[in-house]
């Protein structure tokens, strides 16, 4: 496993380098940028084809810059200049758990109020040389494929509040152990939390700005699977416990082609530092599990990938809105089933059987992606009818 981008480079290449870019947060930051360009994509599509419109926006050009706007600039650049200069002053401390000094009070307030009183000055000087003797209201035309950075920022913010949420509604018993520890911090993300509270704020933000919800569902189905499988590849690189259960049966003879890893795999130099020492190893991560497990990840990444390429090659032929985010349901909802069987969770006892949250979501899931797809269908052969 490499925790780190770095260890990655030292094992290939043979150097020595600290870089702090963590693994999993390298393939996060990948998997938002390779949805972000495909969403982008797809809104420049629909808009095209006629099926959503650019949004009228109005703004004041030649406002001055308000209190509000210079105070907003500052606050936010003193808490960003904080961390950055905080990030030269404890550079050791950085390296050695980048995600803990961010959520940490570590930083430089002389820094962050250089970096805020530069960034605040340059705001107000950009408005002033903008400034007209009478500000002028302009309509300014947005293109739906402008509205992509709005959307991911969306889904981004609501999609983490919602995956801290729901795993902590998972984990009550760590949480009242340590409400304020278990909120900020970094581990502990609950994908179905995340979707299903981002999905809501995207949707109500396509209505606000002209793009129906049925549509921008479309629009970020493609997206939402291969960003899924992209993340998979960073928990399996990392080895951040999204791991299977212990392997107890030998590798079936028909697969016998695949290597051993891909069938049972122990995860050694595992980001959690779970199992037993590695002997002759020295250095912050140097346990492996005592017994192989299935690599969950590695599975769910190619599920994943092969669901991104049944639902891009038939989103074309679509006509009725909505109905590719139904079967992207329908397709994740029953991908996610599937891997549970397989896959280490908290289990949870409901109508008097043990299942896990993924299991009971992604059969919701599975069930209002098939509902949607039916009633999506029967509408749009109503409306005919009725033309």
């Not at 950009?126 to 007209?132: A, D, R, V, Y």
């Not at 009478?134 to 509040?161: H, N, R, S």
């Not at 006509?319 to 891997?339: D, H, Q, S, V």
Request: charged share 15%; hydrophobic share 50%; with cysteine.
């Amino acid at each position: 496993m490499y925790p780190r981008i770095s260890d990655f480079i030292n094992d290939v290449f043979g150097t020595n380098i600290n870089l702090p870019i963590q693994s999993y947060g390298f393939f996060l930051a990948l998997a938002f940028l390779v949805a972000a360009l495909i969403l982008r994509h797809e809104l420049n599509r629909k808009e095209k084809e006629g099926l959503i419109k650019s949004t009228l926006k109005k703004t004041l050009v030649g406002k001055p810059a308000s209190w509000i706007e210079l105070l907003t600039t500052f606050v936010v650049s003193l808490f960003v200049g904080y961390k950055l200069s905080g990030i030269i002053l404890y550079w050791d401390l950085m390296l050695s758990n980048p995600q803990d000094f961010v959520f940490s009070t570590e930083g430089s307030w002389i820094g962050g109020i250089l970096i805020a009183t530069i960034a605040t000055y340059y705001q107000f000087y950009i408005k002033n040389k903008q400034k007209l003797a009478t500000p002028v209201l302009k309509e300014i035309e947005i293109p739906a494929k402008d509205q992509m950075w709005p959307i991911v920022f969306i889904a981004v913010v609501f999609g983490i509040v919602g995956a801290k949420i729901f795993h902590q509604l998972e984990n009550l018993d760590d949480f009242l152990r340590d409400p304020m520890g278990s909120m900020l911090s970094f581990s502990g993300l609950t994908f179905y939390g995340g979707f299903i509270v981002a999905a809501f704020a995207v949707a109500i933000y396509g209505e606000k700005h002209g793009i129906p919800w049925r549509h921008i569902a479309d629009c970020v189905a493609p997206p939402l699977i291969i960003a899924y499988g992209i993340g998979r590849i960073g928990c399996q690189v990392a080895g951040d416990g999204d791991w299977g259960i212990v392997v107890t049966m030998a590798q079936p003879g028909w697969l016998s082609f695949l290597p051993d890893w891909l069938w049972a795999y122990n995860y050694p130099h595992n980001i959690l530092n779970q199992g037993i020492p590695i002997e002759g190893c020295v250095g912050p991560h140097c346990y492996q599990l005592s017994q192989a497990v299935y690599p969950t990840p590695i599975y769910e990444t190619l599920m994943s990938f092969l669901i991104f390429g049944i639902l891009w090659s038939i989103r074309k032929r679509l006509t009725i809105p909505g109905a590719l985010f139904a079967i992207y349901l329908m397709f994740n909802g029953l991908e996610r089933f599937l891997i549970e069987k397989i896959r280490v969770n908290n289990v949870f006892d409901f109508m008097g059987m043990n299942l896990t949250q993924a299991e009971i979501i992604s059969t919701i899931l599975f069930i209002a992606g098939l509902t949607f797809l039916v009633v999506f269908s029967i509408g749009t052969k109503n409306k005919i009818q009725n033309e």
